[in-house]
């Protein structure tokens, strides 16, 4: 039989139910792969028989060019089948984001309905998603997803707190969260005291932004469901563009009905933070920034994450856009962020970090350093022909210079 | 919405080995018919596309194995199905009696809604071998009406006699069950995390 024209492509995913009826594929329609998707489903039933009363299921599958990688939900199924070099830790991080995107346009319900009504048809809910989850998967594919962290675009800290100051003195009881921000990055974000905005919520916000063109042409009020907040619902973003610019504020929500009390609010954060507008477009404009500026020559990438914000920072490439200076090609960056992967990828053993983790791989063209301690992670690339020692020193005075700039790299609370 | 809703319809069918399932599946969405005879190993899948009244409905067909029946892919293989046809060959009575455990276990396994209206369809199959037909079709027709009234078909996989008139009724019983479903609601409001109103800041 013939190749289908699907599986020629470099990487396929798939969603389907636990009754093996398709929800979304990348590419191909759902009803021409319906049978291919029935044979997976059956592939992993076949091992779920195997291994009945274990909680576990098959988790991949490898030949010699070829990842098939299975993640089970509770009532959803996520395949992706990869001919690319990705790491399998990256993979998964992708069926795990494509999950929570499902679960942020259905809410949990969905797995309800599903497990109530196995053979409930779930496919014509997810229509008008396609974009955005073709868009999720290329995003995805480029972050350094390992660090569960976001990257904020680097600003002085005197014109990030004023607009901090904004948000402070317009402050709504229905604000759950708020945010500046470009549909590719974020300047400032606003947390209501004792809540907290994982950074996977985070990047639905700007998944939905970047995907829905029409969100950043009018004023919107749009139901979004946060699952790290609660996957029961929807919360509601109150979402504008500053006039003839490109950055907008979203006001957040858990209360459907506070349109007019967000939009007084977002109003007046407008009107204070109208004179920052060429200042923050130079600093949208700042990314991606070349490594050249931590000032030592010998490094070729880095990026830097400090744990008590969960933001990252990093040189050269901004996974967002897709954007990169010609000192990093896409492809190298793909490379590196591989090879950080792999350097990092022991520390999440507890046998190896004991609160303190350094690996330093030398590569034919580039050494690679990974450094962990409960305050941050810091991965760069240097040059092989570097010995040791200097790794280390230099890696020493690295990471000195970016503590000496977290002021201005990160949000600060 | 509702009206520009596409179908997908699972289908299982079951029944002793070589009564003539694949060929059944392949009669109807191939158009094709081999005296050759491959046991099934696991499970085959086909998919064809009808028109319901003024509806389009995909139908993913799961042919199983009969040879496995005591090693079949089990619960999570009936899972969620939409309709059940159960097939037996008319020169083997012993195929037309184990109907009723095949039923008993799509039920069991499958555990479904409503096991009393669940859409099973019935189909006699080797209905051009008449000259050795063993099970009368009084006593299969008897058998459907004790059941549920079960829609029963004597067909012909080899000269494609009632095929598709078979699976039409196959569709339609499965999309029955779908339009009596409710409608998907995702939109439950969090009822906004504060609890005092009254305090309330002035804002601008
Ligand atoms: N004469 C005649 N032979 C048929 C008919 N349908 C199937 N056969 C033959 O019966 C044999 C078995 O058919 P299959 O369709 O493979 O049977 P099956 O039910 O799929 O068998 P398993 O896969 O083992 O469960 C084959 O040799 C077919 O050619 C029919 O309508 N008339
Ligand atoms: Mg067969």
Redesign the interface.
């Known amino acids: 039989m013939e190749t289908p024209l699907f599986l020629r492509k470099k990487k396929l995913f798939f969603v389907f139910?636990?009754?093996?009826?398709?929800v979304w594929t990348r590419y191909g329609s759902?009803?021409?792969l319906?049978?291919f998707i029935?044979?997976l489903?059956?592939i992993?039933?076949?091992f779920?028989?195997y291994y009945t009363g274990i909680q576990d299921s098959l988790r991949y599958l490898r030949t010699a060019d070829m990842y098939v990688v299975f993640l089970c939900t509770e009532a959803l199924f996520y395949v992706c089948i990869s001919k690319g070099k990705d790491s399998l830790e990256s993979l998964y991080n992708q069926l795990r984001m494509l999950h929570t995107k499902v679960i942020s346009t259905?809410?949990d319900?969905?797995t309800t309905?599903l497990i109530?009504?196995?053979?409930?048809?779930?496919?014509?809910?997810m229509g008008g998603t396609h974009s955005a989850l073709d868009y999720l998967i290329r995003t995805t594919a480029v972050s350094p997803s390992m660090l569960d962290a976001f990257m904020p675009v680097p600003m002085l800290a005197q014109h990030r707190s004023q607009i901090q100051l904004s948000f402070k003195s317009?402050?709504?009881?229905?604000l759950?969260y708020g945010f500046i921000m470009t549909s590719t990055s974020i300047i400032y974000r606003y947390c209501?005291k004792g809540?907290n905005i994982h950074h996977i919520d985070t990047s639905l916000l700007f998944n939905m932004l970047a995907s829905h063109s029409s969100l950043r042409s009018t004023m919107s009020w749009t139901?979004i469901?946060l699952p790290n907040f609660?996957d029961?619902?929807?919360?509601y973003a109150y979402i504008t563009f500053l006039q003839d610019s490109q950055v907008g504020l979203a006001l957040l929500?858990?209360?459907?009905?506070?349109f007019k009390?967000l939009k007084?609010?977002g109003?007046?954060i407008e009107t204070e933070i109208r004179g920052l507008l060429p200042i923050i477009e130079e600093s949208v404009k700042s990314i991606p920034y070349s490594v050249s500026i931590c000032g030592i020559k010998e490094f070729k990438h880095f990026i830097y994450m400090t744990k008590a914000v969960d933001q990252y920072t990093m040189s050269g490439f901004t996974p967002s856009t897709r954007d990169f200076l010609p000192e990093m090609p896409i492809d190298i960056y793909k490379r590196t962020l591989r090879r950080y992967f792999a350097a990092y990828k022991l520390s999440n053993i507890p046998e190896f970090f004991k609160g303190n983790y350094t690996k330093i791989d030398t590569y034919k063209n580039e050494q690679i350093v990974a450094l962990r301690t409960n305050e941050y992670v810091l991965f760069a690339s240097l040059s092989s022909m570097l010995p040791a020692a200097a790794v280390v020193q230099l890696t020493t005075q690295l990471l000195r210079w970016l503590k000496s700039q977290e002021q201005d790299f990160f949000i600060m609370r | 919405?509702a009206s520009g809703?596409?179908?997908?319809?699972?289908v299982i069918i079951l029944g002793d080995s070589a009564v003539g399932k694949t060929s059944l599946m392949n009669q109807y969405v191939n158009k094709r018919f081999t005296q050759q005879y491959k046991a099934t190993i696991?499970?085959d899948?086909?998919?064809k596309?009808v028109m319901i009244d003024d509806k389009l409905v995909?139908l993913?067909i799961?042919d199983t194995a009969g040879q496995e029946r005591f090693q079949s892919?089990?619960v999570?293989?009936y899972?969620?199905?939409?309709c059940c046809v159960m097939v037996y060959d008319i020169t083997s009575s012993k195929s037309f009696d184990n109907i009723s455990s095949w039923k008993d276990e799509f039920l069991s396994q499958s555990n479904p809604?409503n096991p009393e209206n669940f859409p099973f369809v019935v189909l006699g199959n080797k209905l051009d071998k008449e000259s050795e037909r063993k099970v009368p079709n009084a006593r299969a027709s008897q058998w459907c009406r004790d059941n549920g009234n079960m829609p029963f078909f004597e067909t012909s996989a080899k000269d494609a006699i009632n095929v598709d008139e078979a699976f039409q009724t196959i569709a339609r019983n499965a999309l029955s069950?779908?339009k009596e479903?409710e409608e998907?609601?995702?939109?439950?409001?969090?009822?906004?995390?504060?609890k005092d109103?009254g305090?309330?800041?002035a804002?601008?």
């Open positions: 139910t636990s009754a093996a009826k398709p759902e009803t021409d319906s049978t029935g044979s489903a059956a992993l039933y076949k779920q028989n259905l809410t319900n969905i309905m109530s009504r196995p053979s409930y048809d779930a496919r014509n809910l317009h402050l709504d009881d229905d759950l209501r809540e139901p469901c609660s029961k619902g929807f919360v929500s858990d209360n459907s009905a506070a009390n007084a609010c109003d007046a | 919405m809703r596409k179908h997908l319809l699972k696991g499970a899948f086909l998919t596309e995909t993913q799961w892919l089990g999570a293989f899972r969620g199905a939409d809604k069950q779908v479903e998907y609601k995702p939109t439950i409001n969090l009822n906004g995390g504060k109103k305090q309330k800041k804002c601008c």
